[in-house]
Each structure stands twice: as structure tokens, then as C-alpha cells.
């Protein structure tokens, strides 16, 4: 009997190993079968559909992922029209400079290649806005010459960390006294996403008020995750000179970041069946099935969802990240 309960044992062991196999092995396979850049474009373009719905006027602005803007991902290849049409402008990083190195020259073959993408999305109706990571100023000036003989609006930005204002140049590249009220009066952007320099949020405020960007891309959040107020945003809505410029949100799409709201202590341990490999390069940045149904919820389609908050915080609209997530899954 003794005999018998141990091989008894021995099966049922099998049988749930081999289970569990197969729950991996499907799983693996349904991920597989899934077309990602096809996902991440039916993804902005959700994104897009909910936002406008509710705040007409709203831009959606994708960084990076520049190669979802033909269907087969080739520089001649034919216009994902649906991905163009919903959104209003490109964000794009290292094109120039700090594609290897920050305040370092890009490879001639990828500005090549990636500018193929961007100018066929600027001829669709589409700004493109550059972040060149430089610092020294000669390689600034160029950054911002190059960008704008390619018919590109661009940032010099002297920190990766996107955590301060440059004083160089001064005055700002493209410096005006017009009212911004759409994407295509934009002539210059500040990108400012990290508030880890700034003491307080009045701080951020009045150091961002004293510019006269007309553009201006930072987080919904200050450096301690307090969000800022419909209030405090229609405050830096206003240059230094007086007139009107636009604001709008950071949000990263591609991966779950352990610092936000919506961030569950469990996670650490026990991560959601959407959550992917930690990003090597960031800590606490998570990859995600970004086409996963109970992440979207996260971050649009609800009144909890991280896009309904940067709405009610009254942004102008939303710079979205990691929107070349794809990439990590197809390889």
C-alpha cells in the first residue's frame, strides 16, 4: 500500500508538472502568434480615440518606434494611414546626437534611416520634435542646425536625465513672442521630465514660467509623486513674455515604472501575468504586454486610468514612451 501511495504521488507530480508545461508553452506560443508593432499601433491609436473624444484638440505624440509609420516597418514601404491620421507629432531621441554616446555625433546610417521615417511622417501633417542629448556648444549649435535644415523642431538637451533647463543658448533656439495654441505654431519645446533638482513644485513652476518655450513636455507627477493641479498647469501655460504656449504630459506605454501611482507592493514578487524582464538600463522600469487588456485599463478608458488624470489635470496632451517596446518582444 505503501508502494502504491508513493507512485501514486510520483503521477500526480507529473501530471501537474506536465500542466504547468503546457499553461508555459501555450502562453509562450499566444505570444508568439501576436503582431506587435500591430498592438502598439492599435494601442496610440485607442489612446488617441479616448482622448480626443473627451478633450477635442488634445495631440498625441509618440517617441521613438519611428518604424510603425509604414506597414511592413521598410523606409518606402506603404503608410500605416489609420497609425498617422491618429496622431499630431513624432518624438524623437539621438537622432543627431547621443545615438551611442550622449554629446557624441549619431552613425551617418542611422540618421539616414531614421530620418527616412520621420519625413515621411512630417509629409503626412506631422511635427517632428528632436531630443539631441549635447552639451558642448558647438555640437549644440550644429544639433539644432542640422534639425532645422531637416525641417525639424529640436531640443538640445545637456543631461539624459531630462532633470534641468539649459542656459546655453541664450536666448532659447527660435525664441518668439506668438501664441502656440496648435503643433504646427511650435518653433521650440523644453523636455523636463525629471524633478529631482527642484525643492518644491512652486520651484518647478516659476523656473519653467521664467522661459519662453513654446512647448513644454514634463510629468504629471513632482519628484516625491504628488500630481500637479489643473491650476499649476494653467499657470505654465503662459511664457515668460506673456503669451500662450502649450503643456504636455509624459506617459511611458511600454513599461511599468515600480514608482507610480498605480504600482502594487505584490508586484515585487509576484508580478501580473502582463509584466515582462526589469529594463537593464532603468531600474524599476518593467516591460509589459503593453496589449495586455488589464494594462490598458492602467493607462486609458476609465476614470482611474493614468490618461483620464493627465486629462483632468488640463495638459494639452500626451508625449507617449517606450512606444518601441515592440522591439524587445520580436527579439
Same mark, same amino acid.
Given at each position: $500500500?505503501?508502494?502504491? $501511495?508513493?507512485?501514486?504521488?510520483?503521477?500526480?507530480?507529473?501530471?501537474?508538472?506536465?500542466?504547468?508545461?503546457?499553461?508555459?508553452?501555450?502562453?509562450?506560443?499566444?505570444?508568439?502568434?501576436?503582431?506587435?508593432?500591430?498592438?502598439?499601433? #492599435?494601442?496610440?491609436?485607442?489612446?488617441?480615440? /479616448?482622448?480626443?473624444?473627451?478633450?477635442?484638440?488634445?495631440?498625441?505624440?509618440?517617441? *521613438?518606434?519611428?518604424?510603425?509609420?509604414?506597414?511592413?516597418?521598410?523606409?518606402?514601404?506603404?503608410?500605416?494611414?489609420?497609425?498617422? #491620421?491618429?496622431?499630431?507629432?513624432?518624438?524623437?531621441?539621438?537622432?543627431?546626437?547621443? /545615438?551611442?554616446?550622449?554629446?557624441?555625433?549619431?552613425?551617418?546610417?542611422?540618421?539616414?534611416?531614421?530620418?527616412?521615417?520621420? =519625413?515621411?511622417?512630417?509629409?503626412?501633417?506631422?511635427?517632428?520634435?528632436?531630443?539631441? /542629448?549635447?552639451?558642448?556648444?558647438?555640437?549644440?549649435?550644429?544639433?539644432?542646425?542640422?534639425?532645422?535644415?531637416?525641417?525639424?523642431?529640436?531640443?538640445?538637451?545637456?543631461?539624459? #536625465?531630462?532633470?534641468?533647463?539649459?542656459?546655453?543658448? =541664450?536666448?532659447?533656439? *527660435?525664441? %518668439?513672442? @506668438?501664441?502656440?495654441?496648435?503643433?504646427?505654431?511650435?518653433? %521650440?519645446?523644453? &523636455?523636463?521630465? @525629471?524633478?529631482?533638482?527642484?525643492?518644491?513644485?512652486?520651484?518647478?513652476?516659476?523656473?519653467?514660467? @521664467?522661459? *519662453?518655450?513654446?512647448?513644454?513636455?514634463?510629468?504629471?507627477?513632482? %519628484?516625491?509623486?504628488?500630481? &500637479?493641479?489643473?491650476?499649476?498647469?494653467?499657470?505654465?501655460?503662459?511664457?515668460?513674455?506673456?503669451?500662450?504656449? $502649450?503643456?504636455?504630459? +509624459?506617459?511611458?506605454?511600454?513599461?511599468?515604472?515600480?514608482?507610480? +501611482?498605480?504600482?502594487?507592493?505584490?508586484?515585487?514578487?509576484?508580478?501580473?501575468?502582463?509584466?515582462?524582464?526589469?529594463?537593464?538600463?532603468?531600474?524599476?522600469?518593467?516591460?509589459?504586454?503593453?496589449?495586455?487588456?488589464?494594462?490598458?485599463?492602467?493607462?486609458?478608458? *476609465?476614470?482611474?486610468?493614468?490618461?483620464? $488624470?493627465?486629462?483632468?489635470?488640463?495638459?494639452?496632451?500626451? &508625449?507617449?514612451?517606450?512606444?518601441?517596446?515592440?522591439?524587445?518582444?520580436? @527579439?
Amino acid at each position: $500500500m505503501k508502494k502504491f $501511495m508513493q507512485m501514486l504521488i510520483l503521477v500526480l507530480i507529473f501530471l501537474v508538472s506536465a500542466c504547468s508545461d503546457d499553461s508555459s508553452k501555450d502562453e509562450e506560443n499566444e505570444d508568439e502568434d501576436v503582431d506587435y508593432r500591430e498592438e502598439m499601433r #492599435d494601442f496610440v491609436i485607442s489612446i488617441s480615440q /479616448y482622448s480626443k473624444k473627451l478633450s477635442p484638440g488634445f495631440v498625441i505624440i509618440p517617441q *521613438n518606434g519611428i518604424e510603425l509609420v509604414t506597414l511592413d516597418g521598410e523606409t518606402d514601404g506603404p503608410l500605416s494611414t489609420d497609425y498617422l #491620421d491618429a496622431i499630431d507629432a513624432h518624438g524623437q531621441e539621438d537622432l543627431f546626437y547621443g /545615438y551611442d554616446e550622449d554629446d557624441a555625433k549619431s552613425p551617418d546610417e542611422d540618421i539616414q534611416f531614421i530620418s527616412a521615417f520621420l =519625413d515621411r511622417s512630417k509629409d503626412a501633417g506631422n511635427t517632428i520634435l528632436v531630443t539631441d /542629448y549635447c552639451s558642448t556648444q558647438s555640437k549644440v549649435d550644429d544639433s539644432y542646425d542640422l534639425n532645422s535644415s531637416a525641417g525639424y523642431i529640436s531640443f538640445a538637451a545637456h543631461e539624459r #536625465d531630462l532633470n534641468a533647463i539649459p542656459t546655453y543658448p =541664450d536666448p532659447i533656439n *527660435n525664441e %518668439n513672442s @506668438n501664441n502656440i495654441l496648435s503643433m504646427s505654431d511650435v518653433q %521650440n519645446f523644453l &523636455y523636463i521630465i @525629471n524633478g529631482e533638482e527642484y525643492s518644491s513644485k512652486e520651484d518647478f513652476i516659476n523656473d519653467v514660467s @521664467n522661459t *519662453n518655450y513654446d512647448l513644454v513636455i514634463m510629468d504629471l507627477f513632482d %519628484n516625491n509623486q504628488e500630481p &500637479y493641479s489643473s491650476s499649476q498647469i494653467d499657470e505654465l501655460k503662459t511664457k515668460a513674455n506673456g503669451s500662450t504656449r $502649450m503643456v504636455v504630459c +509624459y506617459m511611458s506605454i511600454g513599461e511599468a515604472e515600480d514608482y507610480r +501611482y498605480y504600482w502594487k507592493d505584490e508586484w515585487s514578487n509576484n508580478s501580473p501575468d502582463w509584466m515582462d524582464d526589469e529594463n537593464p538600463d532603468w531600474e524599476g522600469n518593467y516591460k509589459v504586454k503593453y496589449w495586455n487588456e488589464e494594462w490598458q485599463k492602467i493607462i486609458y478608458g *476609465n476614470d482611474d486610468s493614468y490618461l483620464k $488624470m493627465i486629462i483632468d489635470a488640463g495638459f494639452d496632451g500626451v &508625449y507617449l514612451d517606450i512606444i518601441d517596446a515592440f522591439e524587445f518582444f520580436e @527579439n
